[in-house]
């Protein structure tokens, strides 16, 4: 995994440029802290931060190669898992290999099959090839988003970037946010629109879209979406190919000439993970496969169980290690650490995020990359299978909003009345739903039951996951830690989509059919556990703290979150005069506690970028 950077201009030498283009680079040093490169030309500039995964000796970007008449140089972020079957394929068809790495492997698919290379590609990614000889640019992200790539198109020029930061170091790029990227951080947040860069004139290529630029322009396609058929397979065929599909996913996803680890909560996606890396890891007779999870100190004092959250994972935990066989380390975190990662996670974003949940993971990503450089995580099962409370909430299910964004009101209430003005909050929130409903792919004949559980499935696919991904890509990779994610393996979700609901739902469970699928692969108690989200500190210290901080920074005349919120409104709810915000405002996580984090993240945003604020 690395970060990159990448400069076409047609007005400029750009061999001129090469201290400008390193500047960009080294804001992505965390990303690839092993290596830096560039490659520069005329009219474009390639920059790479690397951390070494595959091939020490042979991966180093940008890479540059010509066959014939044509040159090509790539920048390239990611993992192929199916790298064996791509060279096997390029070796038919004539093409020789200097190295072992993915990069030369997507280098070469490249000049065999050109944009269409990515129909052959299984992996996570996001990439740029330089054309030369004929002077455009290719770029590209993975189907389901699990590598960034943002973008900005001013004049005759196009810059990308793994991360916003690199952009925003270039003289041209500002950091100003006008009506709309407000909207997204005042409204959505820490949600973000497919596309939406927040800073005005920085986009985000979305999932599955790829790019072209030449002197004619900029053109921006499509080229893997879901397709909605019906599904063909009974009960028992499809839990053997869910089964089949995973275990295969995480197999590939095991590649690595560095220490390879997962994530392991006791739930049912990341003890699955581990259950069939550990198996990998026996019969290659690699050892233990090392486990990692995290806790909270003094939480087990202050925890409470609730619909959302229902049980702690530290014994849940020690039942999957057991069984998996695997060698188990606990990071265990404390409040005040937290309070003070709040600043580095949001960096980490460019942007306000989900708070101590994101600061949280900023730390375990540390504390893992201290023994390992890859982990793998069951990350966005619940999206694609539908395990999330709301899935089976009927008010959630009728609410014509985002169910996981259900108190936009309540959020443009604490705003200063002129910032309500401009913003059209409730209005920009309702036309982000409209949006995202009419790219549902219809089945024509499906009962109205099944359509509105298919909308839900999407728009969790579409809008959430990537949430949730882009948390887990900028948090692990801010430490150096290359996060996989098995569910993401689009083979599996292009299956899993086109499951009935009645079937995904398998026995009146969430997510029954993948419990169905893991039978025999997992204890029987695992196999049962109620979902509980990712772990947030209970600690009152942590809420005493990020309250306090909150209510110094709107205090402030000057400070720029003042500007935006009403102070009495955050005063009313420290004082225990308005409860609305007791109960989770964003996802399951997000409730009191955060929202004075999220602030405080905000504020720091605007500071530290030095925003400019336009309505």
């Known amino acids: 995994m690395c970060g990159i950077v990448g400069w076409i201009d047609w007005e400029r030498d750009l061999t001129r440029e090469a201290e400008t283009l390193g500047t960009m680079t080294r804001t992505l040093a965390a990303r690839g802290p092993d290596a830096s490169g560039q490659w520069i030309a005329e009219h474009a500039a390639l920059g790479h931060q690397r951390l070494i995964v595959v091939d020490p000796e042979g991966g180093a970007q940008p890479m540059e190669r010509s066959l014939g008449p044509e040159r090509y140089a790539i920048t390239y972020n990611g993992e192929l898992y199916n790298t064996p079957e791509i060279r096997r394929d390029l070796s038919a068809l004539g093409y020789t290999f200097r190295t072992q790495s993915d990069t030369e492997a997507l280098l070469l698919a490249f000049f065999a099959w050109g944009p269409a290379c990515l129909e052959h590609l299984n992996g996570i990614f996001a990439f740029g090839i330089w054309d030369e000889t004929h002077q455009r640019l290719f770029a590209a992200r993975d189907r389901l988003g699990v590598k960034p790539l943002f973008f900005t198109h001013p004049g005759q020029r196009l810059l990308f970037a793994s991360e916003i930061k690199a952009l925003l170091a270039h003289p041209a790029v500002e950091a100003t946010v006008d009506a709309q990227g407000l909207a997204e951080i005042l409204v959505m947040g820490p949600a973000r629109t497919p596309g939406c860069g927040v800073f005005r004139d920085i986009h985000s290529l979305r999932p599955g879209e790829c790019l072209t630029f030449t002197r004619s322009g900029l053109s921006v396609h499509s080229y893997w979406s879901l397709q909605s058929h019906p599904h063909p397979d009974d009960v028992e065929q499809t839990k053997q190919t869910v089964f089949e599909l995973l275990r295969d996913a995480v197999q590939r996803q095991l590649v690595a000439d560095v220490p390879v680890c997962t994530l392991l909560s006791g739930g049912l996606d990341s003890s699955a993970i581990t259950a069939f890396a550990a198996q990998a890891f026996e019969r ?47 990071t265990v975190l404390d409040s005040t650490d937290l309070v003070d990662a709040l600043d580095d996670a949001m960096q980490a974003r460019d942007l306000p995020g989900m708070a101590d949940i994101d600061a949280s993971l900023l730390l375990f990503s540390r504390a893992v990359k201290e023994h390992a450089t890859v982990a793998l995580s069951g990350e966005s099962a619940d999206e694609v299978f539908g395990g999330y409370p709301w899935f089976r909430n009927p008010q959630a299910l009728g609410a014509n909003t985002f169910p996981w964004a259900r108190m936009v009101r309540e959020r443009i209430g604490l705003l200063q009345p002129e910032v309500v003005q401009a913003l059209h909050g409730e209005e920009y929130g ?82 029954g059919i993948l419990r169905a699928a893991l039978a025999g692969t997992l204890p029987e108690t695992v196999l049962a556990r109620r979902k509980s989200p990712y772990p947030k500190t209970h600690h009152p210290a ?61 504020d720091r945003w605007l500071r530290t970028y030095r925003v400019r604020v336009i309505l």
């Open 430 to 511: 309702a036309d982000r739903y409209a949006d995202a409903l009419h790219e549902v792919p219809r089945l024509p004949g499906e009962p109205p039951e099944e359509a509105r559980m298919r909308e839900m499935l999407y728009l969790n696919i579409t809008r959430f996951m990537p949430i949730l991904l882009d948390r887990k890509d900028r948090m692990s990779m801010a430490a150096g830690l290359e996060v996989r994610v098995p569910f993401c393996d689009h083979r599996l979700v292009e299956y899993v989509w086109n499951i009935p609901w009645a079937m995904k739902d398998l026995g009146g469970r969430e997510k």
């Open 284 to 330: 290659k007779g690699k050892g233990p496969l090392h486990t990692y999870s995290v806790e909270y100190r003094d939480n087990e004092q202050h925890f409470r169980p609730n619909a959302l959250e229902p049980t702690s994972d530290a014994p849940w935990v020690q039942i999957a290690s057991q069984f998996c066989h695997t060698e188990h380390h606990v």
């Open 542 to 602: 942590y809420l005493q703290a990020v309250r306090n901080r909150a209510q110094e920074l709107l205090a402030d005349p000057s400070g720029p979150l003042r500007q935006l919120i009403a102070g009495d409104r955050i005063r009313a709810i420290a004082r225990g005069e308005d409860t609305r915000f007791e109960q989770a405002w964003f996802s399951q996580l997000m409730r009191e506690p955060q929202l004075y984090a999220y602030l405080i993240q905000i």
